[in-house]
């Protein structure tokens, strides 16, 4: 039997096997080739792309090219309130903030604070607009450029968006989306229009300079749909398509799938206190190691399945040789489970007192980040 | 065979039985009794209710009730812009303009100019903009209070109404529109998305005052079934239902049904000069009259199938009494149908003349018309 997953832009679930989701979604693989192209410009390599967390592209060498001519891009990408934000999000912006750097490049962020509404029942407006705050708040703390950084808040900034949107949407059938997002008669307005919506910053600034500016968008890979249904609109429209590079999704602490908001036991938030963090690690991280000491000794443990040692891999160890010599120790037995907790809960709570920090600051930014009204 | 006739928003076909068009929509007939009630509150009653070109309507007797609780209205009608504006589209609105005299009420006047173009394969939205304005002139023309009108332009003004908009999305299902206005899996998504945002600018004054404000909607009756979608939608998010108040159309001069800006031979613009309205009407007013002049004198001529005269009564012969005379002189054969139609063509030009000069003066008012961006 065949193992099943599913990964659409509003459900992921079983074990995503990225390889056949390259063949299924028609994007290309990132290559070492692709790689050291990119080291050219940036000097060094994100450990996030060296480890293939980020794994997969549309037109990055396209994009290249056009820098390389002196066309430079801007990075779109977004997030749509619905609940607190978790480390699993955090994985894609801390990769944009990473590219903004290096490329000194614009950043359009997007808050489509309307998607959640219309696909979860009792969702209200006043929640997502309350979340699209407190999110802003973890998104500004991980140290985006505000001379380079604007959100974009659908329901505030529409103006700004619509023309666009209705350009987009008018190349779209109903066909079309049902294919795409599996959508039925049953579906609302809402849900119908909002891919249009998701594609709209892609060219954005290009509606706005009245000049073609290539785009670079870094996603969660369940995002892809929405550029898929809309890639061939841009040409349409006389755009360049976007450039995309697509993250593997970070696990949560019971090994069950794509961490979400919403399995708190699952889940580290980014306000979540050191207490919270050691016990929800102690209690419910799953484990690769032995059923005892003595086992885990003589046996080793199992890494690649060990949620901690996932999370140093996609997040929270950037540097290889220790990363290595964790993985070597705690796969000969010479590393136990607890040891390993141990040192992942450092590193979170290490990073996470410094993220709480920058969080509260952000209070005071808002402002300066913001399209003004 | 019954006579087969089709009103929606986007195609009116065949000769329109007003009356089965009440049972089918579900409307009520304006009934002398409520013409007794609105006169008073207004003193008088404006022709075109008297004689019935606004022949239907939704809830009027509910929105009297609440004005004289002393909760005022406000009135909300529009202008989807794809052309130039006809004698036709004036219908609604010279009648919403003494609505608001006689009321003292506000006016929001929505321009979707979004809506033709998603319907219309080959317009853009460079072309609804150019209209929006030139229709906006012809509307500012007819005398509207610039302290109590705005014109809603949907996609400059998007960001007011596209979280209203996203709460009635939620609550319309592709079901919905699919059965109301007949689409199809092969409609796109603007066309589709597009009904919550005419059903939006009815709620929108109870949405930023926190309060809710009845609302009457003067229209033609084929963009009644956008509001039969939001009935229900309107109540479940807590406003009132709008009342609505149709009015039937004005019929081209080939007596082809609904005048349409696209036919001109049929069509007599509001910029058109004196010249070309004597010589449309001479040449393609159809006519009620006899064959020859000896056989009008005998037998007399059919007012009721006579164009000049159907715009005498929808229009431009306000005095009862002088079109009770036209009316009974043209089916006694004493009135020629030259002379029906040098009546009419003087009573066009005396409009016109006026309106083209208060559409000139209004290329300096529009500011005031305007929402701030």
Redesign the interface.
Known sequence: MASQFKVTPWEVSGTVDYGKLIKQFGTEPITEQLLNRIKKRTKEIHFMLRRKIFFSHRDFNWLLDEYEKGNKFFLYTGRAPSGPIHIGHLVPWVFTKWLQDKFGVELLFQIPD?EK??FKDNLT?EETEKWAHENILDIIALGFDPKKTKFLI??????????TA??????????T??AAFG????????E??Y??MQATPAVLPSVQKGKNIPCLIPLGVDQDPHFRVARDVYTKLGFYKPAIIHAKFMSGLLADGKMSASIPNSTIYTTDTPKEVEEKIKKHAFSGGRSSLAEHRKYGGNPDIDVCYQWLHAFFEPDDKKLAKIYNNYKSGKLLTSELKDYTIEKINKFLKEHQKAREKARKQIGKFLFK?
């Open positions: 309307e509404f219309f407006l659908d329901t505030k900034d529409a103006s700004q968006m619509y023309k209705c350009q987009i949407a008018k190349k779209i059938t109903f066909s989306v049902k959508f039925s008669d049953s579906n609302n307005l809402g119908i229009w891919t249009t009204a």
